[in-house]
């Protein structure tokens, strides 16, 4: 029998990483290619980790799933950054993995996750086309790429410069301030390390971008323009998104109680709060936000994460189950009954997203919420955390316009006045109805993108005819 052209995927494991590049494995199935996904060894995983590969293999069983064995050098680094550290020991298991498995498949490309340019001496050696995917948005690739330049260029650190702007090519002015925390100081070794990994970035032979031409056309002109890496090749870019994911018909029994709620609120009036897979907040930062809620007399619908009980990133990825009497101020839940919804933990967010009730989302920022959001046509609130999210909060408020920003997230607390002051802004101003207005439009935009002829549906049958030298169609 004929073998199927193959291509395998090399994920981190953290659930912003995955899901996305899940979708995108989708694509190639839908092309007719098998897709593999191999998932290296690591000492962090999320809880809804295991239940998603569960139900990707069911769904889809012509996307397998390969688990390395555990590797010689350790990686049991509990730092909140470990998965930039997992790589190059796991180096040696993939090796073996695609080794054997190309003999027995028909492996045509290797798509690693951008943070594992590690790996490219695995898929050298091997000779394979190796792709990287691009789980942020193109603007934050345009940073990443820069930033071995900036670095060698600069003799002070970012946390010197406060607000000052950083010019990157195709960006707008990004405050110094803003880029992520672990890069302020010139010498931290993380951020030494995501240089050297930045800068093997156009290794690459191609880079494929979770996001779509128009959403960021400036961003996407300068990356394939070359001068994100002054003086070096740049790999050909294609924008294959907005892939987000539709759990929907996954599911397994009852419809959560939190759509069944929002059935029963009128259009357009709910304001969802959800900060990702990690994200938590204080105590004191809770009740803010509580007493901001009731204040605004808006309907909303909150996710509330328990405050990290210690240090690492398994106590954020494991948060106990939050006691929300305990967290919230008392009688809140009992005054607010009628018009909010608390939810515990984890909500079914694409879905809430999508519900015709929802007409807002305050959010930190995370890219997959973003296109989440973008793709659902609602309008945000950025309230950014870690990562590169204040980044992304800069590229979706100052030059989309897509969302305006929680005043307060880049100090101590976020007042209670501050959030209900933005939750009627977005609801009941004018600048808010206009803000819903261009959200719905990008989200036509967004569909335009992903339909037969759109942008990304485009490239990515460029990507199977040039970069993995197979003309093929639907
Ligand atoms: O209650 C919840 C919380 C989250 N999600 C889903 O979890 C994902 C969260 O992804 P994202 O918004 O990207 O946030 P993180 O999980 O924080 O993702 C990490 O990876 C992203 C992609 O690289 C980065 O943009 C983020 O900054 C980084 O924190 C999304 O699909 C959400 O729909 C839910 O379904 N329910």
Redesign the pocket.
Known sequence: MEKKPTVVFYPVD????V??MVELAKLFVRHDFAADVVLMHSPTKHPSFDPFVARVSASHPSISFHQLPPPAESVDDPSSQSFLYSVRPNNPQFLQFLSSYRHESDVRAVVLDFFCTDALEVTAELRLRTHFFF??GASDLGVCLYLPTMHASMDVSFGDLGDAPLHYPGMPPIPASHMPSHMMERENEMLKKMVRMFDRLPDADAILINSFDHFEAEAVEALRSGVCVPGRRMPSVYCVGPLV?DASGERNGERPACLEWLDAQPLGSVMFL??????SFSVDQLKQIATGLERSGQRFLW?VRAPPSGEGVNVILHPSEPDLDALLPEGFLERTKRRGMV?K??????EVLNHAAVGGFV????????L?AITAGVAMVAWPL????RL?KVFLVDQMKLAVAMEGYDREMVTAEEVETKLRWVMESEGGKELRERAAAMKEKAAEARREGGSSQLAMLEVIAKELQLLKSN
């Open positions: 953290g659930m912003g990483h899901v996305p789980s942020s994911v959800c900060f990702g897979s990690m994200g996710v939810v933990s984890w909500a079914p967010q694409v959010t930190h920022c995370g890219w997959n919420s973003t989440e870690y990562a590169e999210q992304n």
